[in-house]
């Protein structure tokens, strides 16, 4: 079994819950969210945007990362988006897509060459990720907004009522995930760990979860960042090969997007490169 199969369910939380979105666009009692909301469109009225999508799993003084960079046309809706992963054995490139508005294709390393993916989403990866947020106003514990030079910064800390109804709201989701994973590991050890990866889910806690949010001298938004600590106990292994639920320990999760830049020619620039080798 991977090494880190272990952490699948905190990954699936994170990826589908933490950083997932729903669009409020509504009249707020908020002055902050009605900023964000402008500073949003502004960014999606851009012709041409590059930004990079971080995702950081920090556990004592073990690190995780996944990070994409894309370069797209919202003009054309041409894309081109860069997949790494960072963790022990070093930063390395996982994937490269190029999407030319109708078809995706990506690079396959181990051949060389670009491969068309059917039916496979045309979207740039994490686009809506910016002009979104993930909340209600009863939700909202605080808000703070303070400028830095040119740049305005909002941050906003959410309820421990809401970040404990995360955990639950997705029980469903995250059950249908392990049945899955069930069903294709046979071996009493695997089977063991993803009854041991239940009992973790439910055993979570979230704290301290903020959405931080930045717009430069333009009011065009820059950055989001969403971090977290989540406690989950550990699962340890003794001397007789037996798995159980230990101590319980905190990961420390980051998800920033961050806009590198937007109406450059060196985008599409890039993006046309790009083009050129797919063809």
Known sequence: ???RYAQVI???????????YALIDVST???????????????RRTDNI????????????????EQIEVRGNQLTGEWVAEYYTTDEDGTRRILKSFCDGRKRYDYVDWIGEWE???FSDITMPDFEVPYVLNYGEADIDKVEQRQEGADTTVTIALTKEYLAGLISEYYDEAQALYEGYRRAETSPLSQGMLELGMERYERMRIENA?????????????SVEYDAAVCVPEIVTDEQGQTALGKEKTILFRHRIEIKGYNEQQILDAIEQCGSEVW
């Open 29 to 43: 009692k908020y002055e902050e969210l009605t900023w964000i909301q402008d500073a949003s469109r502004r960014l």
């Open 50 to 65: 590059w930004y990079t999508c971080t995702m950081t799993l920090t556990a004592e003084a073990v690190s995780f990362t």
């Open 210 to 222: 903020r959405q931080i949010y930045a717009a430069d001298a333009d009011k065009v938004l820059r």
């Open 10 to 20: 905190v990954l699936f939380l994170f990826t589908s819950v933490l950083a997932g």
């Open 116 to 118: 068309e993916k059917p």
């Open 1 to 3: 079994m991977d090494k």
